[in-house]
């Protein structure tokens, strides 16, 4: 029977034998992480090397990794890929929309109390496929606000744009997301 490794145990591991500690983390750790990547950069051959990457640089930086309760290893590599699909994008100078048209925002605007409703239709691996195919931009201002929990200021810090622009592009996915969503449900009645 295979033995259950805590985040603890494998910390403990990456001093004393790094090679079984990374093992157990790809074991444990590598299909979350690639779903991390792939929701950020929307191609699983890159999703794939980046999680390649993240792996490299967690073993490189394994001795600045401190055990602080369970989940803080996957914290840590959460941030290391996320970081690795943000340098990525930057390199290949994704197009964020560096103005904010405020008039076309509130003509636009989604209805807060309904989003449940549409979302609630899809499984998950539906949703990551349909954010997946956003533009960078929106994919990119979509995971880091909503699923990472950056601030549009953060955010804006971050990629070199305006806090605006963060906010624009994140409201901007929002509408697409839901029209490509609106799309699949009409095709499902």
Known sequence: MEQQYSDQTIASLLSSDPEKAFQKIYELYARRLLGVAYRYVGDREVAKDLLQETICKAYKAKNTFRYQREGSLLAW?????????????????????????????????????????????????????????????????????????????????????????????????????????????????
């Open 77 to 189: 590599l959460k941030r290391i890929i996320v970081n690795e699909c943000i340098n990525h994008l930057k390199s290949f100078h994704v197009r964020m929309v560096d103005r904010y048209d405020e008039d076309q925002e509130k003509a636009d605007e989604v209805p807060q109390n309904d989003e449940v409703e549409w979302l609630a239709q899809l499984d998950n691996e539906l949703l990551m496929e349909m954010i997946s195919g956003l533009p960078d931009g929106y994919r990119l201002v979509l995971n880091m606000y909503v699923i990472e929990g950056f601030s549009h200021k953060e955010i804006a810090a971050r990629l070199g744009i305006k806090e605006r622009s963060s906010s624009s592009q994140y409201h901007r996915a929002k509408l697409e997301l839901r029209r490509r969503i609106e799309q699949w449900i009409k095709k499902q009645d």
